[in-house]
């Protein structure tokens, strides 16, 4: 008895100690999914088994009153899963069985059996969500950081100087800083000059501001202006998730600087005798304090002064405004002389910055080539180059021989032959058609001889040939060139007919296969033997 009781108690503090040990003392272990891989991880929880956790861990940025959407899906069975917070546990029956109304079933839940969808996030679903899957033996577990978004500040323009414009120096590097003061995530800002990005020259500072994963962030601009920058608008951009448009905060620039010099200015093909006015542009910021016309026989010689505006003598002065910074200053002379041609002239203007002085000729003969516009020499030369390649086109036909500079076509023998021929009476034997042809055989053979050597070149390469050639040649030429010897006052007409497919040896004609027969009208002279045989 006392036996079986000392056994009864040690199994019952066996079982106690077994109770009492936590589960990860009696295989129950939990994989934590903390550092994702790239996209979807697929973790194994057991070694050995075929259970895996299909979740994406990397974090997730959404807008106030936009759903969200927090996937998480098994490979292989499983008991169950939760999502947690910082603050509440949710366990999947219960959101699909839409115990929470703000809360739900995703639409899509292939691989994604655990996964949920918050209709519409707020900041307070902002922070660290964990879903956890229990399998046989074990958990797996998956977190995904939830940045519900917080518009940012107004952007603010942090200068030192008072009013409504900006004042900077082209001779020293300018800073100027935009903040925004709260914003999550951080807010992106950029840098405009009118419409250029100049963000390349600033740098942009990010810091915690206390608040949740609020973020204050500075930028500073770095940069010289250019005095053709004067009067452009300054612009600090922020752009950020929950912003449709960005937010900008802007100011304009003065760029101080004393008048820039320019080269001399020489105007020339003034008329003697008309009226002339001298215009002069310069830039200038602050405005001028001082600006006057001098003139004299030298640019070291200049004896003679007039205020902007005045007038002296022959020479009326005036100054044109522009805006931002940039002038015209006018010199009119009244009835321009030699004189006036030989003098030299100074515009000087002067600001509380400093002093220029520009430097200026009056002439009355033609524009040199250098002192065109670049558009105006690049007209001549294309001008230029046009006619030299007309004239060059142009001699090389007449070297040629070319379109109209070809030689006249002199009358080839046997053209003239066949059109003989083919106007003789045997037309009607041939008929229309066959006068028509020839009549256009004709009309091409004359336009062919446009592009045909001249005839004499032809007669020196019958001459080279061989000797049957050239006998035929001249055979032709002199039947035709030979005199009708009229014996008699009487002719006898003779029609004959001739076959043309038959010929002497090597001296056979090349006639058209429907053209074999062809009639002829032959006019010969009787002679004195056939008178002498008619008298016996």
């Known amino acids: 008895m006392c036996k079986c009781s000392i056994s009864v108690c040690i199994a019952f503090v066996a079982c106690c100690v077994v109770f009492a040990l936590p589960e990860t003392a009696l295989g129950q272990q939990e994989y934590d999914v903390g550092e994702p891989n790239d996209g979807e991880v697929v973790f194994n929880g057991v070694r050995g088994s075929d259970v895996a956790l299909l979740f994406d861990s990397e974090e997730v940025i959404v807008n106030p009153g936009d759903p969200l959407n927090l996937d998480c899906g098994v490979q292989g069975e499983f008991r169950s899963c939760v999502w947690e917070t910082a603050s509440a546990t949710y366990q999947i029956e219960d959101v699909y069985s839409n115990l929470y109304s703000w809360m739900g079933k995703p639409p899509v839940e292939e691989n994604n059996q655990c996964g949920i969808i918050i209709n519409s996030a707020n900041i307070e679903h902002h922070g660290i969500w964990t879903c956890k899957v229990y399998v046989r033996g074990n958990s797996l577990v998956g977190k995904k950081k939830v940045v519900v978004t917080i518009k940012p500040t107004t952007p603010v323009l942090e200068i030192e100087q008072s009013g409504g414009t900006l004042e900077v120096s082209n001779d020293e590097e300018t800073e100027v800083k935009c903040s925004v003061a709260g914003a999550r995530p951080a807010a992106d800002i950029r840098w405009y000059l009118g419409d250029k990005d100049i963000t390349v020259f600033a740098a942009a500072d990010q810091t915690p501001n206390g608040e949740e994963d609020m973020h204050k962030t500075v930028s500073t601009l770095s940069r010289t202006f250019e005095p053709s920058e004067n009067g452009r608008l300054l612009t600090c951009t922020v752009m950020h998730q929950t912003l449709v448009v960005p937010d900008n905060a802007s100011i304009p620039i003065s760029v101080i ?16 005798g008309s009226d002339y006015e001298v215009r002069l542009n310069f830039s200038a910021n602050p405005s001028p304090t001082t600006t006057e016309w001098r003139y004299g026989e030298g640019f070291q010689n200049l004896a003679t002064s007039i205020p902007v505006p005045g007038a002296t003598d022959r020479y009326t002065t005036s100054v044109e405004e522009l805006g931002d910074g940039h002038y015209t200053a006018k010199l009119h002379i009244s009835g321009f002389t030699d004189a006036d041609a030989n003098q030299r002239y100074v515009l000087f203007v002067e600001n509380r910055l400093g002093a220029t002085q520009y430097q200026v000729k009056l002439s009355m003969d033609e524009a040199p080539l250098d002192a065109l516009s ?10 230029i180059l046009i006619v030299v390649v007309a004239v060059v086109a142009a001699g090389y036909a007449r070297y040629r021989q070319m379109f109209c500079f070809a030689p006249a076509a002199a009358a080839d023998p046997e053209e003239g032959k066949d059109i003989k021929e083919e106007h003789s009476d045997t037309e009607s034997a041939r008929g229309p058609n066959t006068t028509r042809a020839a009549n256009i055989k004709n009309s091409i053979g004359k336009l062919t001889q446009v592009f045909k050597k001249p005839k004499k070149d032809q007669e020196t390469k019958l001459e080279e040939g061989d000797g049957s050639e050239d ?11 030979s005199p009708k010897k009229e014996q008699g006052d009487e002719k006898e007409v003779v029609y004959a007919e001739l076959d043309l497919s038959k010929g002497e040896g090597d001296k056979k004609s090349e006639v058209k296969s429907e053209e074999k027969t062809e009639y002829a009208q032959i006019i010969g002279t009787v002679t004195d033997n056939r008178e002498e045989e008619k008298k016996e």
């Open 257 to 272: 600087f004393k008048p820039i010099e320019k080269p001399l200015s020489t105007y020339y093909q003034i008329v003697p």
């Open 374 to 383: 670049g558009g105006a020499v690049a007209g001549i030369v294309i001008v």
């Open 471 to 481: 006998k035929k040649y001249v055979k032709e030429e002199t039947k035709k060139d």
